[in-house]
């Protein structure tokens, strides 16, 4: 079974620019979430999808957006880049809903971002 | 406000050595606590995940515990390697919903010397 891909791998962007990101789950997983990774921060929760919908949403700006299309592939959007937006952006997948949930999260290798 | 400390924040040991890691959280309502092993430049990996109702729980070589009532969590690596050095991070996902879907630690960065 092919693990959680995300593409792309590396980026490198400038401010003022935005990015789309894409996160492909594990065959028959509904929920996939997505978090930031930086060296001060540590691992931060952006949000989650579930069956298309957004369940939860972290302390992040309105820039940050994301979508889940009906074959539970997501996307994840930031507008006006950053400096400080330079991360690893990880997305995760399970079979359930986050909450409550004790399924195993599967987690993707991440995209590097680095916004000049 | 929902927190999750982990303390050694790094830890050198050597090879064969046993250790511990520690995990304080204050998480309400409370769902279940997670260990996830982070290799550098890679995604973190799940190790245990444990409920109210469990108190140890062991994957291998490494072995967590949850005191509910103290609201502490430590993974124990039995016999370190040096495939072992990775960061160690616990995670405490609460059932609430909303803002704080999941609260991480800053992890524990685990050095393994031969």
């Known amino acids: 079974k092919a693990g959680v891909t995300q593409t792309p791998r590396y980026l490198i962007k400038t401010r003022g620019q935005q990015v789309t990101l894409s996160c492909s789950p594990i065959s028959g997983h509904r929920s996939v979430s997505w978090y930031q990774q930086t060296p001060g921060q540590g691992l931060q929760f952006l949000f989650e999808?579930?069956?298309?919908?957004?369940?939860n949403k972290g302390n992040f700006p309105g820039r940050f957006s994301g979508r889940q299309f009906s074959n539970s592939r997501s996307e994840m959007n930031v507008s006006t880049l950053e400096l400080g937006d330079s991360a690893l952006y990880l997305c995760a997948s399970s079979p359930t809903p986050l909450e409550a949930s004790t399924d195993t999260q599967y987690f993707g290798p991440g995209t590097r971002l680095t916004v000049l | 406000k929902n927190q999750v400390e982990q303390s050694p924040q790094s830890l050198i040991i050597l090879e064969g050595k046993n250790c511990t890691l520690q995990?304080?959280?204050?998480?309400?309502?409370?769902?279940?606590l997670r260990w996830y092993k982070q290799d550098t430049g890679r995604g973190p990996v799940s190790l245990t995940i444990?409920?109210?109702?469990?108190n140890t729980k062991s994957n291998g070589r490494y072995t967590a515990t949850l005191d509910a009532d103290t609201k502490q969590s430590s993974l124990h690596i039995t016999a370190s390697q040096l495939s072992d050095s990775a960061s160690y991070i616990c995670v405490a996902p609460y059932s609430g919903g909303g803002a704080d879907g999941l609260t991480f630690g800053k992890g524990t960065h685990l050095i393994i010397q031969p």
């Open positions: 995990c304080n959280y204050t998480v309400s309502p409370f769902s279940n």
């Open positions: 999808y579930f069956s298309e919908t957004q369940r």
């Open positions: 444990m409920t109210f109702s469990e």
